[in-house]
């Protein structure tokens, strides 16, 4: 089996109500660790590289490592670039062997947004690439953000079906209340998503595949782990997973996960060198790291994407 494109993936996942898990790759281990999940619970993957970790591990390496976990596991798998900054970007990975790729042009100018995702659209699909686009910026946390303001980032339904129609793109990612990284929610504010855009979405646009960005839940037990074994983060709150599971069932098709893996390996290394101070042999500790996301893989495709199975 080939890399493939997610076109074919949420086509089944719209109309299965189910959503294909998104996971953020940066090293060998982790690829190995989610394409695990991927494997043993016959669900299709995508994973996902951003700049940062494309300057960190190489392009060259991540695709290689990915053509090979395409090939021991069978299942389809497809290779998106996250947060693509600019054409050059995007570029480069299509013709690097990227099988998707975001064009991240969130913070332009709505028409600006929509040139900038139109040239990338021409480019990609002349050469047999999908593309994300995004629209509105998701909603923030910072202390100064008060909810009216907030209620300003949200996406707007009507502009989605413009942009769509507009630029040709594949997905879209909007803005509903996620937002990336740890700390989304401050200690007691309720999380909540704006189901209505979602549900307003889809009426306008049947069978068009969204995107949720900052998806992750912030799973507790490695906070407390990282906090068990030396660690000092303050309480953190994420999406909680019924609401992520909801979305999978409406127009959402892709869920974006990398916070969650990033706690789970750094819980996992800091219990090993608590339990093990001796250790100084990467692959000691790097095992269990990389079964830990494997565990937090699995967990999601279960309990919140809804697609183990979908790649039988
Ligand atoms: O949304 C961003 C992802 O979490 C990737 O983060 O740019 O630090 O690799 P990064
Ligand atoms: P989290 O920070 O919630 O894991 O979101 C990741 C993401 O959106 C990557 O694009
Ligand atoms: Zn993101």
Redesign the pocket.
């Known amino acids: 089996m080939a890399l493939v494109t997610t076109k074919k993936m949420f086509e089944d996942a719209y109309k299965g109500g189910y959503a294909i898990g998104a996971f953020?790759v940066n090293n060998m281990e982790i690829i190995q660790g989610i394409v695990g999940a991927a494997k043993n619970l016959k669900a299709p993957v995508i994973l996902q590289c951003?700049?940062?970790?494309r300057d960190y591990a190489g392009l060259k390496y991540i695709v290689k490592m990915v053509e090979a976990a395409v090939e021991e596991s069978g299942v389809p798998i497809a290779l998106h670039l996250?947060?693509g900054p600019d054409f050059e970007t995007c570029k480069q990975c299509i013709d690097g062997g990227f099988t998707s790729v975001m064009i991240d042009g969130s913070s332009l100018p709505y028409e600006e947004n929509i040139a900038l995702t139109k040239k990338v659209v021409e480019y990609a699909h002349a050469h047999g690439c999908v593309v994300e686009g995004e629209l509105g910026t998701l909603a923030g946390v910072e202390d100064d953000v008060v909810v009216e303001e907030g209620n300003e980032s949200y996406t707007r339904p009507e502009e989605v079906e413009d942009f769509v129609n507009r630029t040709g793109v594949d997905s879209l990612a909007i803005a509903i209340g996620t937002s990336?990284g740890a700390y989304k929610f401050k200690p007691g504010q309720k999380p909540q998503l704006r189901f209505d855009i979602l549900e307003e979405v889809g009426k306008r646009l049947p069978g068009f595949p969204i995107v949720l960005?900052g998806a992750s839940s912030v799973m507790p037990e490695y906070v407390q782990m990282i906090n068990e074994h030396g660690g000092s983060m303050p309480d953190a709150i994420g999406i909680p997973e019924d609401m992520l599971r909801k979305a999978s069932s409406m127009a959402v098709c892709k869920i974006n996960v990398?916070?969650d893996l990033r706690l789970a390996l750094t819980a996992s290394i800091r219990k090993h060198f608590d339990e093990n101070p001796g250790h100084f042999d990467p692959r000691q500790y790097l095992k269990p790291a990389r079964a830990a996301i494997q565990d937090v893989v699995e967990h999601k495709m279960k309990n919140v994407l809804g697609c183990e199975g979908k790649a039988e």
């Open positions: 953020n951003s700049k940062g970790a996250d947060h990336h960005h990398d916070s």
